[in-house]
């Protein structure tokens, strides 16, 4: 084990940690052997600069190293998760988008947490309306046949996280391991849709998604959102292509950030995320909740985007996408 005052030295230096140096360090932290202070520190030097390739490829490697892995017993799975971190207060998109998408027929790991910079995360909604975490692999393996989407809470499945939890909380600003979040599902789905809250965030997880086996897409909305917020252009990097698009290119009008502005609260955030459910949702919110889950339906099923625009409108109206919503939770307090 390196000391900590030793690896700040070096990256107060302005130093670089190979990937095998992130991912000793990470390694370390995940087996509990810094104390808070020191992994402050540590997290700190990384808001001043921007990461590396090779560091933020070490540290995810001790991640998935140290988690628990999970088999569901079915593929390909897809999980549908954001960086967190852009201070947006949107509603919680990406989660309702994981539900639209298991509606639709796909088989869905979403990977989620506790929110650090806004009111309310996947894991935050989720308790709220009763949700079990888990780590029993038959429990799991139920909601996914039954409801098509289970949810695997992150901090159960990585120790590092649960290690550095009351340090992220106690900062609450992004840290690298929001960056590190959707990298890590311990259920190693096949494929994978990610929003990002930064370009150049953008560019680093294609580089290391592009060298992986993973079928992917890489989202990032230019007015700063980590999902598709129909505020504006976004860009998307993909194994085929990256590719620019305004929201009148997918037929969709532009909307206000007003529109998709969530709440102050986990009960306001759980309310606005029930109505869509169940079709009580405004149109710019059934549009933007849509537009995410139709990428992840294109990805996931390789077919163009208007049939997944189709899909995934098919699943808010039918009532599938609650369907999978109420079956995860209820199966998940047996």
Do not use: W
């Not at 995940?30 to 070490?58: C, D, H, P, W």
């Not at 909307?255 to 869509?276: R, T």
């Not at 098919?314 to 307090?333: D, P, R, V, Y």
């Amino acid at each position: 084990m390196t000391e900590m005052r030793n690896i700040i030295n070096h990256l107060t230096a302005h130093k670089t940690l190979s990937s095998q140096e992130a991912k000793e360090i990470l390694s370390d932290i995940a087996q509990g052997k810094y104390s808070e202070v020191e992994m402050a520190s540590f997290l700190t030097v990384f808001l001043m600069r921007n990461i590396t390739v090779e560091e933020l490829s070490g540290f995810r490697d001790a991640l998935l190293e140290h988690c628990l892995r999970v088999d569901l017993g079915t593929e390909p799975l897809i999980d549908l998760c954001g960086t967190g971190g852009d201070n947006k207060d949107t509603f919680n998109i990406s989660t309702l988008a994981s539900f639209v998408t298991a509606g639709a027929g796909a088989k869905v790991a979403k990977h989620g947490n506790y929110s650090v910079s806004s009111s309310c995360g996947s894991s935050n909604i989720l308790e709220y309306f009763g949700y079990q975490f888990t780590t029993d692999q038959e429990k799991l393996r139920a909601q996914i046949k039954e409801a098509n989407i289970c949810f695997l809470h992150a901090p159960l499945f990585n120790p590092a996280m649960k290690n550095v939890a009351p340090v992220r909380r106690g900062l609450r600003v992004k840290t690298f391991f929001n960056m590190l979040g959707p990298m890590v599902n311990p259920a190693f789905p096949q494929k994978q849709l990610v929003g990002v809250f930064s370009l150049d965030l953008a560019r680093l997880y294609g580089y290391i998604y592009q060298n992986s086996s993973k079928d992917f897409v890489i989202l990032h909305s230019l007015d700063g959102y980590d999902e598709i917020s129909l505020t504006g252009s976004f860009k998307t990097i993909s194994n085929k292509a990256e590719q620019l698009f305004q929201p009148e290119d997918l037929g969709l009008s532009k909307l206000k950030e007003s529109d998709i502005y969530g709440s102050d609260s986990v009960e306001g955030s759980a309310h606005i995320f029930k109505n869509i459910l169940t079709g009580k949702g405004t149109e710019a919110q059934n549009n933007v909740v849509a537009t995410n889950a139709a990428f992840a339906l294109q990805c996931y099923y390789d077919i163009d985007f208007k049939e997944a625009l189709k899909m995934a409108m098919e699943s808010i109206n039918n009532g599938k996408a609650n369907q999978s919503f109420e079956t995860m939770i209820e199966l998940s307090k047996n």
